[in-house]
């Protein structure tokens, strides 16, 4: 099948490009841009005037909630939930049930994700048996069953010991570790930032220090064992500063940041939002701040949508009661371009976020349109506004702070290895 | 973002804080409240028809006797009807969500809830939820609020002291874990209190408390010097497993109130706490019987602030 998308204004960061230009698809590939190849036959040919055409979208976070979890989310609803986000290619967190601790459960979501053949699923393997923080997992193993890095999720790993031991294994093979920084003691039973709000609303709080004491002991284990540290969820605008020294310094690390974070403050807690309880909390405007530095001067190299689909019965609740998490799958595109529009960047360097980033933080050689590069692409209106309605999502989660929100960048049409798996 | 306390004529249609509430609202309640003092006191039907016909729920998802009694006799004198629901010991714990509650309770056509919950914001969450014409009242949300408290604490210093503009009053005690303590905070504040003054060690306050307009000490002597009320606050006994206190008694020596300590304060000073009280942990017993406690007047009044809550709120439409 060939498709010809024509007209479209191309925004692929890794060859700056940001210009009219069409693509020529071909067997699954890029097979050239701008000019069409030699006796090239377009099947379908997708009018993408006043369209943006990018490269699919990587997510670092998506919560599939398969296995374990399925009367939340199931990977038929999340998948498509993906593809109409834009998204082509998603990292999965191990924190199902059971945990991906295992190859065989990693087969077996790897298989049940290609039958849908939708986006490409990468799963994250769980650092520890059963997230418990204390037994290895076979990592190798889990590699070679598809993991593409290991993770304790949002799982507490408390014994420093394991955790440089893990380290040291994973620096073995040099398989990437993933871990969001957060001391166990001082977040416990916490459910917001511990600042103002928390304290006007009388919520338990997570401080700063739970962040910046976890993250120092990450850092330090990194540099002792020389493993591949990608720091996931950063929230403050101290453990940003953190992040930016040991960048400085020279240390292999990476960091995401969630949309919800880069958009939303403790302020939009209001009078106790449940779907504003997040996991890190939502942190001061200053934190807010320095999160957006931090993505403008590469110290935060990924945006992720931090997917967690959450049934209505556990979500509504009394803020400290109800389950933590926001579906984001949706609005990952709409929330990068709206940072990009509000910071005043450039889409091609905001969309590297969401695209280039991710793909380097995967390991993975995606997240460009080269020719000669499988096609996943996100043709998108960059123009559409629309309202988010929690019943016009697809993901089976409803649960968003930015609900009755109107936002700006609406997908029309996702291809995968050249394939469309979604038009609107 | 609506002030979902009143609806849109400005007017109560749920009790559930202080913050943010006018100070027209604060001081309606306190004046009528006052109406209502001599209804406690002086005559010998104690009944009004107020609420003749109205259903009140009281709905305890959190045991309290004592205010879940005061609300009681509050909306029986009233003439309401009332109904007492423990919630803690029934539906919760044969798996019911909160809102299946909230929706069965206003299928038997409550006009009025007085709810407590164990976690903060469970007072605005079910008032999200019950039906337009269903008030709600706040008899305690976790650290959140409790605003009839604060408004019979201030009811009660108002009877006292007259004025709030020339008043110092310091809270002492847990102020984090206190949902008295914020109430009282943001009322003080509100009717024209100049300053407020919380006095506790560092592990029984919040962060930033100093942005709820409050000046923060750490030492009995400073902070209780020159002051006109005294605010105190229940500590719990759990605090000492937390690790936020190592004892009990080391506590009572800094900072219970003690009639030394009281020395500091003005002459003529009023002292007060929510109860239950421990005595000999953060008040000593002569303080608490003393001539400068008004703490039995606090509940006598808080009868009177309830009612006048209720009232207020059955005379509001949706």
Known sequence: MSIHIKNGRLIDPKNNIDAVRDVYITAGKIAAIGKAPSGFVADRVIDASGLMVVPGLIDLAARLREPGYEYMATLESEMDAAVAGGITSLACPPDTDPPLDEPGLVEMLKHRARTLNQSRVYPVGALTSGLQGQELTEMAELVDAGCVAFSQADAPLTDTRVLMRAMQYAATFGFSVWLRPQDSFLAKNGVAHDGEVATRCGLAAIPVCAETIALSTMLTLARETGVKLHICRISSAAGVEMVRVAKQQGLAVSCDVSAQHVHLSEMDIGFFDPNCHLIPPLRSQRDRAALRAGLLDGTIDAICSDHTPVDEDVKQLPFAEAEAGATGLELLLPLVLKWAKEDKLSLSDALAKATLQPARILGLDAGHLSVGAAADVCVFNPDAYWKVEPAALKSQGKNTPFNGIEVQGKVRFTLIDGKLVYQA | ?318
């Open chain 2, 1 to 318: 973002m609506n002030n979902p306390q009143l609806n849109k004529h400005g007017e109560l249609q749920h009790l559930l804080t202080t913050e943010g509430l006018p100070v027209h609202i604060l001081r309606d309640i306190l004046d009528k409240a006052a109406t209502f003092v001599d209804v406690n006191d002086g005559r010998e039907i104690k009944k009004i028809p107020l609420l003749h016909g109205k259903s009140v729920f009281n709905v305890f998802f959190e045991n309290s006797t004592r205010t879940r009694t005061t609300f009681e006799i509050a909306a029986k004198r009233l003439s309401a009807d009332v109904v007492n629901l423990n919630i803690g010991s029934s539906s919760t714990s044969k798996g019911e969500t909160l809102l299946d509650t909230v929706d069965n309770l206003c299928a038997m056509h409550a006009d009025m809830f007085v709810v407590r919950h164990a976690q903060s914001g469970a007072a605005h969450f079910i008032a999200r939820h019950v039906a337009p014409e269903v008030h709600v009242i706040n008899a305690g949300d976790g650290r959140h609020a409790h605003p009839t408290q604060a408004l019979l604490d201030m009811f009660t210093i108002r009877h006292y002291k007259k004025e709030f503009h020339n008043l110092r009053v310091a809270i002492v005690g847990d102020v984090l874990h206190s949902r008295v303590a914020r109430s009282q905070i943001h009322a003080l504040t509100t009717l024209g209190v100049p300053e407020v003054r919380v006095i506790a060690p560092k592990t029984l306050l919040p962060a930033m408390v100093e942005n709820l307009g409050v000046q923060v000490y750490h030492d009995m002597a400073q902070g209780l010097k020159d002051v006109d009320v005294v605010l105190m606050l229940r500590l719990q006994n759990e605090r000492m497993q937390g690790a936020a206190l190592p004892s009990a008694q080391e506590y009572f020596k800094y900072y219970g109130l003690t009639e030394e300590k009281l020395a500091r304060a003005k002459p003529d000073a009023i002292v007060m706490h929510p109860g239950p009280m421990n005595r000999g942990v953060e008040i000593d017993s002569s303080v608490a019987d003393g001539a400068h406690s008004v703490i039995l007047s606090q509940v006598t009044f808080g009868i009177a602030v309830r009612m006048a809550v209720m009232s207020m709120l059955a005379g509001t439409k949706a």
